[in-house]
């Protein structure tokens, strides 16, 4: 059986071997395996006050003014993202590409 644990404010903090910290303001700043040995856990970072990731322990976004994603940054470089209205990455460019390098579509 799985076990699920929630904080005072109600966030979850144990989920199954998954274990979860919060910031202030209840975004998951760390999520952390304890099943894994060698400590696997990653740290979140976010843009201002809102739920904006701005890193996810492996890769750093960036967003036009109105918060569309538009890179997406990791260990090896980086790709220019196109979106839709509804903020759904639809297509990606590579560092130097010239047409698309992946593109996916959405009902």
Do not use: C, M, W
């Not at 492996?58 to 090896?76: H, M, S």
Request: net charge negative; glycine share 14%.
């Amino acid at each position: 059986n799985a076990l699920f644990h929630t904080d005072a404010f109600g966030d979850q903090i144990v989920a199954g071997e998954q274990a979860y910290t919060q910031d202030a303001l209840g975004r998951n700043i760390t999520d952390t395996n304890t099943a894994d040995s060698a400590g696997g856990s990653r740290t979140f970072a976010y843009s201002g006050a809102d739920d904006t990731i701005a890193s996810d322990g492996d890769n750093t976004y960036t967003y036009d003014p109105a918060g569309g994603l538009t890179g997406v940054k990791d260990a090896t470089g980086g790709v220019l993202a196109l979106t839709d209205q509804h903020n759904d990455v639809v297509g990606t460019f590579g560092q130097n590409a010239s047409a698309l390098t992946g593109s996916a579509t959405y009902d």
